[in-house]
């Protein structure tokens, strides 16, 4: 059995260390105080018997569980993030742990009125007699993606300390800057040397997935032109309310929130503006190579139409793509989904193979050589002060990292 207290401690201990990322930053990673995660995950793999445990030039932590057994064993990988998203507060963490939850909604900070309802949040449901980890209502938990590092080392401290427990060698890796889409900028997958992988960044007990978006970031600059108010007729242009009309020309019912599955969207993540000046920000996201490209072609278009409108030059794009649907790279390797799907089944898990409505360092490193599924860490409600995470669902997520590397052994 795993050891479900330090499993635990690890977690309660990763997540009060602050390690945002920042994505206005040009440096990599792109905030420093990643690097001290980084660090200790180092000292504890050394303690753990990872004599070649690392941390390299970029914030890139290596290490490797030698093989202690006599077959021809593939090389397997597991990768966690240690950077938190930079949209919600991350510093001074307080996790609580709420011991036999009794399905009632969950008051997480009286002062500020936050409480986790059972009407927003039905997957409550879900959790009863269960111990889960909260906020204080204030910040992030971070189990996206602490819960997985833990899982990780927990599962290296079994193997490491359980010597009949026969497996091949087993490569271990922790990412920065996966948050702002930076994670694997400068990861050395031949320098990794795993078969395959596995990330542990996935929400809820029994996820797994092999698809994500096609992603691209836009960025509209509107150039403006700023005149007293009083002499303004037939000459100011309020780039305010161009960039307004810009958003506008996108479809309201494909935002995030009106879709769902293998549905795409336009997400507007940032609007900052003045008379003179004013920039959109976009994330575009879609399963579809084909839709995906519509929906850059579209974005295009409305940028033209400004410009056509107002004056060339007045609406700047600047369309960037971020990631692609790993899919097409897992597929031929499919034994990686179905050897997990088997594990969580011959642990209790029920396994739910959905797309993920995201990305992952996974779906990157799929197309850099490194097959890469994902599979559930356990949180629900990642990036906000609603976040938790079932210690069970961690529990079951390290078994079934052990399972999956038991299979293998035994094929």
């Known amino acids: 059995m795993i050891n479900k207290k330090n499993l635990t401690d690890r977690f309660l201990r ?20 990643q690097l001290e995660l980084s660090k200790l995950l180092v000292k504890e793999l050394n303690e753990l018997g990872l004599n070649d445990a690392s941390i390299d030039e970029y914030g890139y932590v290596m290490a490797t569980v030698p093989a202690n057994t006599a077959k021809k064993v593939p090389t397997i990988g597991f990768l966690a993030h240690v950077d938190t998203a930079p949209d919600m507060p991350g510093v001074s963490v307080k996790p609580r742990i709420i011991e036999n939850y009794d399905g009632n909604d969950i008051l997480l900070n009286s002062e500020n009125n936050v409480t986790i309802s059972v009407t927003d949040f039905p997957e409550l449901h879900d959790y009863v007699g269960q111990s889960l980890i909260v906020t204080d209502g204030t910040t992030l938990l971070g189990a996206d993606d602490k819960a997985g590092i833990a899982e990780i080392m927990t599962a290296v401290e079994y193997m490491m300390g359980n010597p009949e427990f026969k497996h091949g060698p ?27 992988a596995y990330t542990l960044d996935g929400g809820a007990i029994g996820e797994l997935e092999y698809e994500n978006f096609n992603a691209a970031g836009a960025k509209i600059i509107i150039q403006g032109r700023n005149i007293h108010p009083g002499y303004a007729k037939d000459k100011m242009l309020n780039a305010m309310h161009i960039a307004m009309e810009m958003n506008s020309l996108l479809p309201p019912s494909e935002r995030p929130e009106f879709t769902v599955n293998y549905e795409g969207f336009y997400h507007l993540i940032g609007f900052q503006g003045s008379v003179e ?3 959109l920000q976009y994330i575009i996201r ?12 579209f974005i295009t278009k409305c940028a033209d139409f400004i410009n056509a409108k107002y004056g060339e030059g007045v609406a700047k794009l600047e369309l960037k793509d971020q990631y692609y ?15 997990a799907v088997k594990a969580m ?17 996974g779906a990157r490193l799929s197309y850099m050589g490194l097959p890469c599924p994902n599979l559930f860490a356990g949180g629900e409600n990642f990036h906000g002060k609603h976040e938790f995470v079932p210690i069970e669902s961690m529990e079951k997520a390290t078994e079934v990292m052990l399972k999956i590397i038991e299979l293998y052994e035994s094929k």
């Open 345 to 361: 089944e011959l642990v209790g898990v029920k396994p739910k193979v959905k797309p993920i409505r995201g990305g992952t360092d």
């Open 170 to 196: 087993i490569r271990i890796g922790f990412t920065v800057d996966e948050e702002v889409g930076r994670g694997v900028d400068h990861f050395d997958v031949k320098k990794f040397n795993a078969d395959f």
């Open 277 to 279: 000046n004013a920039t």
């Open 286 to 297: 879609d399963h579809s190579q084909a839709k995906f490209e519509t929906r850059k072609a």
């Open 325 to 339: 649907n790993m899919r097409e790279k897992v597929e031929p390797v499919i034994h990686v989904v179905d050897t």
């Open 14 to 33: 990763y997540v009060k260390m602050d390690t945002q990322s920042d994505d206005s930053s040009t440096s990599f990673p792109s905030t420093a105080k």
